[in-house]
């Protein structure tokens, strides 16, 4: 059930003590004070449970055995009351006016996913480089879908998204990998669901990158398999819809800049080639070379 203008902040937790007080912090001193935030510990073996306790009062503590990302967010999804929902990680730093900026931009846009900008932080919080999402915003749903097909990944800790949208039935669904399952919820919410996204062309989110983190162990996994993820949703429409889709695609492919086409290749060798103990910072080179030729 929506309340007014309330903010749910859902934050799926497993094992994240290193920096979670940091991280549920950063959420309670915002500016925007129509927040409620539901933290889902799921099944943590470290400290993280004790950790969530300590702001009992200030915040929802749901315990639950493991049951993976998914399963932690819709248990919070389940008992949120707010307007929009904001997934996010316990590793990151949500900026004092992020939820603010968000909450005026999208108060304009109801139906829109919002999302910004967001800098990369190092274990200590250090600031390392800020990314700079393309600017979509005039494009046609259409056209921002064929860029969503085409590999464009929006940080999910930055977005603002509609409950009026999961209650259409765009779910969050459990995925054989985890690290795609924010992307496969935007393709779906784009494609099937016909929302738009809209960016704040500011950063709002500090993005941290360490060793354990999942998104990054299994980067080269996770390339692989977001094809898979495509070829599903498309797999959804009808067949003349999907043929206009992986037309269009195959056109946007072909008009790419050369710098991006390189990144591209040398990207798609590094998967083929790298071990598993490849640098991540190899890695987010190249996506980030990718990302800025957008």
Known sequence: MNSGDLVSVVMPIYNSEKFLAESVESVLQQSYKNIEVIAVDDGSTDNSLEILKK????????????????GAINSGIKEMRGKW??????????????????????????????????DVIDEKGKKLRTFLESNYNDLANFDFNVRLLDGQQINVNTCLIPFSLLERGCSIENLD??????YDFFIRSGILFGTKFHLVSKPLVGYRVHGKQLSHKKILET????????????????????????????????????QRKTAELGLKIMTRTLPRWATDQILVFYLNKIRTTR
């Open 177 to 182: 990998d985890p690290v795609a399952i924010d």
């Open 55 to 70: 702001h009992e009062g200030k915040i929802t503590v749901i315990s639950q055995k493991n049951k993976g990302l998914a």
């Open 223 to 258: 390339l692989s398999y977001l094809s898979q993820v495509r070829s599903s949703v498309l797999s959804r429409l009808d067949k003349s819809k999907r043929e206009e889709y992986l037309v269009a695609l195959e056109e946007f492919s072909k008009k790419k800049p050369i």
């Open 85 to 118: 929902l904001k997934w996010f990680s316990g590793d990151d730093i949500l900026y004092p006016d992020a939820v603010e900026i968000l909450v005026n931009e999208a108060r304009n846009l109801p139906d829109n996913i919002v999302y910004s900008n967001w």
